[in-house]
């Protein structure tokens, strides 16, 4: 369902290559990307979801080259390491806007906000601001926001950094039910080892690119 061929990827024309003849594809499942920070995972991240265009190479989702804004909105949830909330709305303005973005009815709308919010033990938080949620709810807020389309393929980035176990744990139970009663694309970049039990594959980001000079003696 996505699949990059030959990607090379860089921030500029004379800086070093982030991606370099990067191939790999990505059926149903879960797919953890690990590695080193500055390996270049959230930068793959961007370019799945078409938010960064390739230096060369493609980008394929179901057969269509590269992402547009039509699969964005009604196809892929995307949660951030800065998760994005919008700060003057309320969380379940947050998920209903989401929503709407992607087409949904407004029942169905209503009745995935109540779902994901009660499945991410948010119910209670319809009504409040991001800003007066700690970080944890924020994050568990975002990832209701990209589960509320129920969308084909699903980018997260360090969804469960720095939450308890017990959190982390709601989060995995949320995420696996979704990814496996839908045969949707999950690809999580993360450190956590606590979400190695859900993975159908791991890659690791340091096969592919050079460890940061400051880490080589450590390795």
């Not at 078409?50 to 039509?70: A, D, F, I, Q």
Request: with cysteine.
């Amino acid at each position: 369902m996505l699949s990059c061929k030959g990607v090379f990827y860089r921030y500029g024309a004379k800086l070093d290559w982030v991606l370099d003849d990067f191939s790999h594809a990505f059926g149903p499942g879960v797919h953890l990307i690990k590695g080193y920070s500055g390996c270049g995972k959230s930068t793959l991240l961007r370019l799945l979801g078409g938010y960064l265009t390739p230096t060369k190479g493609m980008v394929e989702v179901s057969g269509y080259r590269c992402p547009n804004r039509k699969f964005q909105r009604e196809a892929l949830g995307f949660v951030f390491q800065q998760l994005n909330l919008l700060p003057l709305a309320t969380v379940e303005r947050n998920l209903q806007l989401a929503g709407a973005l992607a087409g949904i009815s407004k029942h169905k709308r209503l009745e995935n906000v109540d779902r994901y919010m009660e499945e991410l033990g948010l119910e209670g938080f319809m009504k409040r601001l991001p800003g007066s949620m700690s970080g944890g709810q924020q994050q568990r807020a975002t990832i209701a926001r990209a589960l509320i389309k129920e969308p084909e393929v699903l980018l997260l980035d360090e969804p469960t950094s720095g939450l308890d176990d017990l959190n982390t744990e709601v989060i995995i139970k949320v995420l696996e039910r979704f990814i496996r009663e839908g045969e949707r694309v999950a690809v999580i970049c993360t450190h956590d080892q606590r979400l190695d039990k859900i993975a159908d594959e791991i890659l690791d980001f340091n096969k592919f690119l050079p460890v940061e000079r400051h880490l080589e003696a450590l390795v």
